[in-house]
């Protein structure tokens, strides 16, 4: 897959979050690196590719940096596991590193588990957690970790994404087609890399756009939705709840901001002050981030805005 083959290696190849990203090259530079980070952030912004180059970078490698998805091992065995061969000493590095990928869907027994070995951390390992639902954490877990909160990308930095792609591929690059896939992307550069990489297999432009205009599986669903929050019909919200629980996705906020963009497009479109108006207050509504409440929080948020 192009956008596993595109991975950034180092910190001077990953494009966005600069603030982020400086801070981490000055503490891994001045050795002063936590041994417990939280990278969160939405889906595909990053958060595991930095883990794996803060790591290496600390000197972590090979058979001493270990990655667990909490999707597929979220129970005690597995924290067990980590417990026991934490204080153990590197085989072939000079580091350890535990990068646990969603780690919000360990269980709660889980989390506590590993409160001990994050607390007391030996001098030689260190333990990267990526969410994209950080409040599912336990406010200990956390507490126990430095936090890093990652963004979408910028328009600028995705444009450099499909540059890169588009010259690993040996293919053109359509103003078009580079504007649908920013708009179908929501900032997310894996999204981007494999819409490029679909497209560059069709032989027209034509086929391109209308690939990237349907979207992957789930994306009609939030589409639909998209629809029916900027309508504001009276029986709006029971629509929307009707088609929240199809929504093919854990990741609320690139829900929220295809929501915006949605909407975004309807007020630039729209003529009569009124309806502006109306999209305008929307697009407050849906303004906050979800990192703190979920989908719980996006909810509500869609049940201010068919109001509206």
Do not use: S
């Given at each position: 897959m192009l956008y596993q083959t595109l991975r950034p290696k180092g910190f001077s190849e990953f494009l966005g979050n600069k603030a982020v990203v400086g801070s981490l090259v000055e503490l891994t530079r001045d050795s002063r690196c936590?041994?417990?980070?939280l990278f969160q952030g939405p889906s595909g912004c990053g958060k595991?590719?930095?883990a794996r180059i803060v790591a290496t970078t600390l000197g972590?490698?090979?058979?001493?940096?270990?990655e667990y998805n909490a999707a597929n091992l979220r129970g005690i065995d597995t924290v067990r596991e980590i417990t026991l061969r934490a204080p153990l000493s590197p085989l072939v590095s000079t580091a350890k590193g535990y990068i646990l990928d969603e780690c919000?869907?360990?269980?709660?027994?889980?989390?506590?588990?590993?409160?001990?070995?994050?607390?007391?951390?030996?001098?030689?390992?260190?333990f990267f957690f990526c969410s994209t639902e950080p409040h599912k954490l336990t406010t200990t877990?956390?507490?126990?970790?430095?936090?890093f909160e990652l963004s979408s990308l910028r328009d600028k930095d995705m444009r450099e994404v499909l540059k890169r792609g588009a010259s690993h591929l040996k293919v053109p690059l359509e103003e078009k087609l580079i504007q649908m896939i920013l708009e179908a992307a929501a900032g997310c550069p894996r999204r981007a890399l494999v819409l490029l990489e679909q497209c560059s297999s069709l032989g027209s432009l034509e086929d391109c756009l209308e690939l990237v205009s349907l979207g992957a599986p789930g994306e009609?669903?939030?589409?639909?939705?998209?629809?029916?929050?900027a309508a504001g019909r009276a029986n709006s919200w029971k629509e929307v709840i009707t088609i929240f629980p199809r929504l093919n996705t854990s990741d609320p906020e690139l829900i929220r901001k295809a929501l915006l963009g949605y909407l975004q497009q309807c007020l630039l479109t729209s003529s009569d002050p009124g309806e502006a108006l109306r999209y305008s207050d929307k697009i407050r509504i849906l303004s906050d981030d979800t990192f703190a409440g979920g989908k719980a929080k996006l909810l509500s948020m869609l049940f201010e805005s068919s109001f509206i």
């Open positions: 936590p041994h417990a980070i595991t590719t930095l972590a490698g090979g058979v001493d940096l270990v919000h869907q360990f269980t709660p027994a889980a989390q506590e588990a590993l409160l001990k070995v994050v607390e007391e951390t030996p001098p030689h390992t260190y877990l956390r507490n126990r970790c430095t936090i009609r669903e939030i589409l639909e939705l998209c629809r029916e929050v």
